[in-house]
């Protein structure tokens, strides 16, 4: 079915159906990474424990894992910690199948697709059952010894499972000051609805690229071929506070382009 490889197998379970299922990542990292070498030799460095009184390097043996405050210090071993970690398994229970969109994005965190692990037959049942629910499963499943809750949905015909943020990570929007300021007359919002109207289109993924990335790649492959870097300094915009000026500046470059 795909050419990328599994991360994980797991069996979804639902009153007594069975569905043998494994996760592919939806996403992947394209960042550049850097390693830290020395100035001088240009030999790779690492990072290392340093008590800092003593100015020693501390082993790993010789770690220990504490939560620190200005009163306390409380120290913790392997074993108490282990007991916290949940029990293996490969089963990612459906709790609840919930209508399409009651699920705010703000709570999405990372997608995975899934493929069949061997029932061909079973999956593409449950693929298409999902698919014409026009409902997302509430699921809940461990993997890699930390317990997920996820949205189990359809994305064009393929089933996607996207874990979850929890409650005490999601900052509700009743928390933030609203916003603040002067009213704006009747021209402005004016102007800034004719802005908007004018930036009006269709998404479309692939005219947005990392360009970050893109230009550190050319710069790596410049420096690769022995070239000379030239560093261009560019300048800061200065912000306004004229709104009305900022606007009319803003639609008539934007009708220029137009």
Do not use: C
């Not at 990292?29 to 990072?47: A, E, I, S, T, Y």
């Not at 209508?99 to 069949?116: A, E, K, S, T």
Request: net charge negative.
């Amino acid at each position: 079915m795909m050419s990328a490889r599994a991360v994980w197998k797991g069996v979804i379970g639902f009153g007594g159906e069975r569905v043998p299922v494994k996760l592919y990542t939806a996403v992947s990292d394209r960042n550049v990474h850097f390693r830290l070498l020395d100035r001088r030799r240009h030999r790779p460095v690492h990072q290392a424990m340093i008590e800092p009184q003593s100015g020693k390097t501390v082993s790993r043996d010789d770690r220990h894992k504490a939560v620190v405050d200005k009163q306390d210090r409380i120290l913790f071993d392997d074993e108490e910690l282990g007991e916290l970690t949940p029990a293996p398994s490969r089963d990612i229970e459906v709790m609840h199948f919930l209508p399409q969109g009651m699920i705010d994005n703000q709570w999405y965190q990372r997608p995975y697709f899934l493929g069949p692990d061997g029932d061909q037959d079973t999956f593409d049942a449950f693929a298409a059952a999902l698919a014409d629910s026009g409902r997302e499963g509430l699921v809940h499943w461990v993997m890699r010894h930390k317990a997920y809750v996820g949205a189990l949905r359809d994305h064009d015909g393929h089933p996607v499972l996207i874990t979850l943020r929890h409650l005490d990570e999601v900052v509700d929007a009743d928390a933030l000051e609203p916003p603040g300021g002067g009213k704006l007359n009747d021209s402005e919002v004016k102007m800034a609805t004719d802005l908007v109207e004018m930036y009006a289109a269709d998404f479309e993924p692939e005219t947005y690229q990392d360009e970050y990335r893109q230009r550190l790649e050319a710069l790596v492959e410049t420096k690769r071929s022995g070239k000379r870097v030239k560093v261009k300094h560019r300048r800061r915009q200065e912000p306004t506070d004229d709104i009305a000026s900022s606007l009319k500046a803003s639609l008539a470059r934007e009708r220029k382009r137009a």
